[in-house]
Nanobody, 126 residues
Framework: QVQLVESGGGSVQAGGSLRLSCAAS????????VGWFRQAPEKDREFVAA????????RYAESVRGRFTISRDNAKNMVYLEMRNLKPEDTAIYYC???????????????????WGQGTQVTVSS
């Protein structure tokens, strides 16, 4: 049974930092592209960042580019999202996910992704 578990969320003040982690059981991250999404109350789930299975050039939502960094450690079977200079609008539940969709065909939406974690709450206060 595949299970993704996010951790590292919490409450911070604007300008602060958090590092989210995603651990997998029943699945090895190595063959998959990985992504982070977030969902704020009463909003659709939105793309945050993605990293290919080869660890090449990542993709970021414009709203987080330059502040967030996605990374992966295949040896530890972990995926990370380093978040700096957090803003109140970053407040959301953050999810990690995996996909086998061809990297160049990814449209950036959640429908491209297969396995999901349960999410971790990030709250940024002003």
């Amino acid at each position: 049974q595949v299970q993704l578990v996010e951790s590292g969320g919490g409450s911070v003040q604007a300008g602060g930092s958090l590092r989210l982690s995603c651990a997998a059981s029943g699945l090895r991250f190595r063959p998959y592209h990985v992504g982070w999404f977030r969902q704020a109350p009463e909003k659709d789930r939105e793309f945050v960042a993605a990293l290919s299975r080869s660890g090449g050039t990542p993709r970021y939502a414009e709203s987080v580019r330059g502040r967030f960094t996605i990374s992966r450690d295949n040896a530890k079977n972990m995926v990370y999202l380093e978040m700096r200079n957090l803003k109140p609008e970053d407040t959301a539940i953050y999810y990690c996910a995996t996909t086998n969709t061809v990297w160049t065909a990814l449209r950036g939406g959640p429908d491209d992704y297969d396995y999901w974690g349960q999410g971790t709450q990030v709250t940024v206060s002003s």
